[in-house]
């Protein structure tokens, strides 16, 4: 998955006092485009470097490794810098290379906590960052603002050799998913997919398994997936305005996964390899 670094070391420890050296790299975000060069297949996403920047306009995010990552929080209109251009951020998908996606997933989580807090919820007054810890306070009344992080359900429903596929309806991304969703005020994980899986596919489900979690950060998500039974009819019924495709596929019809990135690619993956 897109987290798995390998080697590499991902230290998400927040500081306010670290300085950007000119070769750190930095994020520069316009709604959900990101500036960068290469196209992520052929050539290598890369980023700009702090040295291109004021760097009172940058703020720390985190470190991979010895590179530091920094967001700039200017204006990103008067950005130009020579071959590099705004592309969506989707561009992160394709992660070549792995620790720069991953860091733009993440990167992204923050700017969007970010460019949506500028005021306290409470009070309307401006916020200002805390000097301990990546959180902003309300110098009148003291509330505290941490990155907002939604917790979602992905569930394999399956029937021997065969799974439920999905297709989202009216969204960017177009590839096979499975079901999934918000877990809602009250909720359990296991509650969240049962729910789930009746409200979009209208099957009961049972004998659900814990697969594995996944940080999402373009959708500021974490993620939790669980492979389950039909329990009862296997008759889809599909909620026409989530999904445009929901359907049985038999693991020989499931299309190999190269390099998954995603947790709803590698469950697919690892139920087309070992049927679980």
Not at 6 to 13: G, H, L, P, R
Not at 136 to 155: D, F, G, M, Q, T
Not at 218 to 228: E, F, K
Not at 244 to 249: H, Q, T
Request: negative net charge.
């Amino acid at each position: 998955m897109i987290q798995d670094l390998e080697d590499s070391v991902f230290k998400n420890e927040f500081s306010l006092r670290r300085e950007p050296n000119d070769n750190d790299q930095v994020f520069v975000f316009d709604n959900r485009s990101v500036l960068t060069k290469g196209d992520g297949k052929d050539c290598q996403i890369s980023l700009p470097y702090a040295k291109d920047f004021d760097k009172k306009k940058l703020i720390y995010l985190f470190l991979i490794d010895d590179v530091a990552y920094y967001l700039f929080k200017g204006d990103e209109r008067t950005v130009d810098i020579a071959g590099f251009t705004f592309k969506s951020v989707q561009i992160f998908r394709q992660a070549n290379p792995k620790n720069t996606c991953f860091a733009g997933f993440t990167a992204y989580h923050l700017y969007e906590w970010y460019s949506k807090n500028h005021f306290c919820g409470r009070c309307g007054c401006k916020v200002v960052h805390s000097e301990n810890e990546r959180a902003l306070i309300c110098p009148e009344c003291s509330n505290v603002v941490y990155p907002k992080i939604a917790p979602a359900v992905i569930v394999g429903i399956t029937d021997g050799d065969k799974i439920v596929v999905t297709r989202y309806n009216g969204r960017v991304y177009t590839g096979l998913s499975l079901v999934a969703g918000f877990c809602e005020i009250g909720e359990s994980f296991e509650q969240t997919a049962i729910r789930e899986a009746l409200e979009e596919v209208g099957l009961k489900i049972k004998d659900l398994k814990y697969f594995g979690s996944q940080p999402w950060g373009v959708d500021s998500n974490i993620l939790v997936g669980y492979m389950a039974k039909v329990d009862g009819s296997t008759i889809i019924k599909r909620d026409q305005n989530e999904l445009s495709e929901a359907l049985w596929v038999s693991r020989e019809e499931i299309e190999a996964q190269d390099d998954p990135i995603s947790l709803t690619k590698l469950m697919i993956a690892s139920f087309k390899k070992n049927g679980y």
